[in-house]
């Protein structure tokens, strides 16, 4: 039966093969300049603070390169790869063997659906798993000099922390509980639909659906967060805005969060003195951010007593201060093997659900 | 005669419609059985009942005595060739004999190249790229090599041309006589059925018309024409199948074990087909009728 599924799978496995293989050239080509790129901005032989801005700068000078380019597609690639699979290896599994009749074949032989599927099953399944964590170390090696940037603090340009939606989903572990889950989607959609191109669409949608879901609503309640409150001034990129009319309101950002590198921050916002949520600007503070606005919107540097820190330093005078909602970077792993064990267990459910219904099924 | 199927109250439903509704039959074992019938008399439900193909809503079979696909043992003991004889269309000959191999413990290898010689199959031929007697003949080898008890076959022949579908028939007889293999098939081609059957069943909406050894089936029924009479002044052993009348005369299809010794009929054997139709068009009016109808004999 292993062999059969080999045989039936020979046309997928080439295509994958060589999907991957040309994936691997490329960034086998470009990794080392990569790296030297890294190298040549003085990153791994810089100590201390000084660290920070020189990684700053080579991740955020990244984007105009080569590189910029490469990075969001080898990610993009990971991502794609578990829908495809669901696509292309899921849905037919089953439905093509409906649709052509062949199932009549195939359950006919001295072997029960059980096992048919059983076997057509971990041979799918351990192929997409594979493949999807082949590409993900290949991109790991290769994004390694970024990697290594984003801990010495950078956080411009490519530098995103693992958190970040597409570094989190392509990287580490996740992309073998995708992969899985979409091979098991695509999977009973073929069990239930029973025709391929409509199974197919399905497999996509709910796929689509899952990934968009996870990352805005699941993730972020893996684990209870964390909440701090920080000075204002303390906060390096904490951005204020002006908005509504008469510059009464303003909101407030934190980007980082000082002695947690690497913190997932969920949501920010600033309080006053008594802990309480607030938007509006304190009247002392208004003038200042009036002019504020006007230039920090052009980007200039502004002159001492104006502009957006200007109003940073008023709003911390007057009791402001952020309250941040977070997860540690220290969860990282923790978050990992969550999300991954999450989609292992979908992929299962679904996976014992085909077998009771492939024994059900008419063909 | 021990039942290579036996099937009581046997029910399958589709949603809303039953596509078989208690039925209850025995296949006997060492014969060749034809399964006829009109469409939508439950034929391939209930074949595909019998493979495990679908499971009953009501009812029970068993099959070589046990339930249907119970196991890979029984299994390998039932050959099935579908309706459509399918093959996977990108997978080459060989592939499909080694697809046999692979599969099934009892694989004979060397009947399975053996017929693929005879048909003069290019072993290395996708099998999409095969005609549809072909494709036919492809399944039925595959089926054969599995060396089951039980051959059952749905349509097998109703989509080939009068040739294929004569050569399709003739090596399945020659198989059947080699491995002493009981066959069940399904068709709508009496002609056909009476080349390769020796045991005929007539199934109409589910239920049993008819079913016996072919040549029993022909020498107990007869076709009767003579004066015009009331058919139910005929002895009690002639059971009248069919009937019809003119102005002059009355045309019976009878069923009796025992001679017909009235003087006033001609009597005239019957053909598998009048048999069939015969049986056919009676189920289709419910019960047989008593009044006068005509044309219902050809």
């Known amino acids: ?363 | 005669m021990s039942a290579v199927i036996a099937a009581s109250g046997l029910s399958k439903r589709y949603g809303r419609t039953w596509a078989l509704r208690d039925c209850t039959l025995a296949i006997p074992e060492g014969r060749v059985t034809g399964l006829v019938g009109p469409n939508g008399a439950g034929k391939t439900t209930l074949l595909r009942l019998a493979v495990g193909m679908v499971a009953p809503t009501g009812g029970t079979i068993t099959v070589l005595g046990q339930r249907p696909a119970a196991g890979p043992a029984q299994l390998a003991r039932v050959g099935f060739v579908d309706q459509q004889a399918p093959v996977y269309a990108r997978l080459t000959v060989a592939d499909h004999l080694r697809l046999g191999t692979w599969l099934n413990p009892g694989w004979d290898d060397g009947l399975a190249r053996r017929r693929i010689r005879q048909l003069d199959l290019d072993p290395k031929r996708r099998a999409g790229t095969l005609s549809g007697g072909q494709r036919a003949q492809l399944a039925l080898t595959l089926a054969l090599a599995k060396r089951p008890e039980l051959l059952i076959l749905d349509e097998p022949v109703a989509a080939l041309d009068p040739l294929a579908r004569r050569e399709f028939l003739r090596s399945l007889m020659e198989a059947v006589a080699e491995h002493e293999v009981s066959v069940m098939l399904s068709s709508h081609l009496i002609a056909d059925l009476e080349r390769v059957c020796d045991y005929l069943i007539v199934l109409v909406a589910s239920q049993v018309q008819v079913a016996g050894e072919v040549s029993a089936l022909l020498a107990s029924h007869h076709r009767l024409s003579g004066p015009r009479r009331d058919p139910g002044s005929l002895p009690a052993s002639q059971e009248v199948i069919t009937e019809s009348h003119t102005d002059r005369q009355t045309n019976l299809l009878i069923q009796t074990d025992e001679p017909v010794l009235d003087p006033a009929w001609a009597v005239k054997p019957v053909s598998l087909e009048d048999l069939v139709l015969a049986y056919m068009s009676r189920a289709d009016d419910g019960r047989p009728a008593r009044r006068p109808r005509l044309g219902v004999v050809s």
Not at chain 1, 283 to 303: E, I, L, Q, Y
Request: charged share 10%; hydrophobic share 45%.
């Open chain 1, 1 to 363: 039966m292993i062999r059969l599924s080999l045989l039936q799978f020979r046309t997928q496995a080439v295509i994958a093969l060589v999907t991957t293989a040309a994936y691997a050239v490329v960034l086998a080509v470009t990794g080392p300049g990569l790296a030297s790129m890294y190298a040549a901005d003085g990153l791994s032989s810089c100590r201390g603070g000084s660290c920070q801005e020189m990684a700053d700068y080579f991740t955020g000078s990244l984007i105009h390169t080569l590189y910029g380019v490469l990075w969001p597609l080898s990610e993009g690639v990971i991502v794609l790869a578990p829908a495809v699979i669901g696509l292309f290896w899921g849905a037919p599994l089953i439905a093509r063997e409906l649709e052509a009749g062949t199932s009549a074949l195939a359950w006919n032989q001295s072997v029960t659906r059980t096992r048919w599927l059983a076997v057509k099953l971990i041979v799918g399944a351990l192929a997409a798993m594979a493949v999807t964590e082949a590409l993900c170390l290949m991109q790991t090696w290769w994004a390694a000099p970024i990697s290594r940037a984003v801990a010495q603090g950078a956080s411009v340009g490519v530098g995103q922390s693992r958190f970040a939606e597409l570094n989190f989903a392509t990287h580490g572990i996740t992309p073998l509980g995708y992969a899985a889950l979409a091979f098991a989607l695509g999977l009973t959609a073929g069990a239930l639909i029973r025709r391929t191109t409509p199974a197919m669409a399905l497999t996509l949608a709910i796929f689509a659906a899952l990934q968009v879901a996870m990352p805005l609503w699941v993730r972020p309640n893996l684990a209870p967060p964390d909440h701090t409150i920080r000075p204002v001034t303390s906060l390096g990129n904490a951005l204020p805005q002006q908005t509504g009319p008469g510059g009464t309101t303003f909101t407030l950002y934190a980007k980082i969060i000082p002695g947690q590198p690497g913190a997932w921050i969920l949501s920010s916002g600033p309080v006053d003195a008594a802990g309480h949520a607030t938007r509006t600007t304190p009247a002392a503070c208004t003038s200042v951010g009036n002019t504020g606005t006007s230039t920090g919107a052009n980007g200039s540097s502004s002159p001492a007593g104006t502009g957006p820190s200007a109003v940073v330093d008023c709003l911390a005078s007057h009791g402001i201060r952020e309250a941040i909602t977070y997860q540690p970077a220290s969860r990282y792993w923790r978050f990992q093997w969550t999300e991954t064990a999450i989609y292992l267990a979908l992929a299962l459910g679904l996976a014992g659900y085909c077998f009771r219904r492939l024994r059900r099924l008419r063909c």
